[in-house]
């Protein structure tokens, strides 16, 4: 069992950043590609960035890039998501998970279906 904490999350006003931090319990980290989704109250679960195990390639959805950066650490077993110019609308709990490689399409790196781990999450609040 691989186990994700999330941490950086907090209350902060539109147009701040926010470094969120995801530790796995998991010596070969590498092993694994990392995703970041967020889910509102009432909304379903949605995809945010994600990593592959390198970090050679990084993936955005469209309502955060050029906002967030998603980074891995491989050697601290840790997955960051830098959230700068912060909107309302970014204001969800957010989850970091992990999938084992050997993904077949870059569009499966986008569905919650894909992930093997998940953190509990950390909630981010932007006030207006």
């Known amino acids: 069992q691989v186990q994700l904490v999330e941490s950086g999350g907090g209350l902060v006003q539109a147009g701040y950043s926010l470094r969120l931090s995801c530790v796995a319990s998991?010596?070969?980290?590498?092993?694994?590609?990392m995703g970041w989704f967020r889910q509102a109250p009432g909304k379903e679960r949605e995809f945010v960035a994600a990593?592959?195990?390198?970090?050679?390639?990084?993936y955005y959805a469209d309502s955060v890039k050029g906002r967030f950066t998603i980074s891995r650490d491989n050697a601290k077993n840790t997955a960051y998501l830098q959230m700068d110019s912060l909107k309302p609308e970014d204001t969800a709990v957010y989850y970091c998970?992990?999938?084992?490689?050997?993904?077949?399409?870059?569009?499966?790196?986008?569905?919650?279906?894909?992930?093997?781990?998940w953190g509990q999450g950390t909630q981010v609040t932007v006030s207006s």
């Open positions: 998970a992990a999938a084992k490689r050997g993904i077949p399409t870059v569009s499966a790196f986008f569905q919650r279906e894909t992930y093997d781990y």
């Open positions: 998991e010596h070969t980290f590498s092993n694994y590609h």
């Open positions: 990593v592959s195990w390198s970090g050679g390639s990084q």
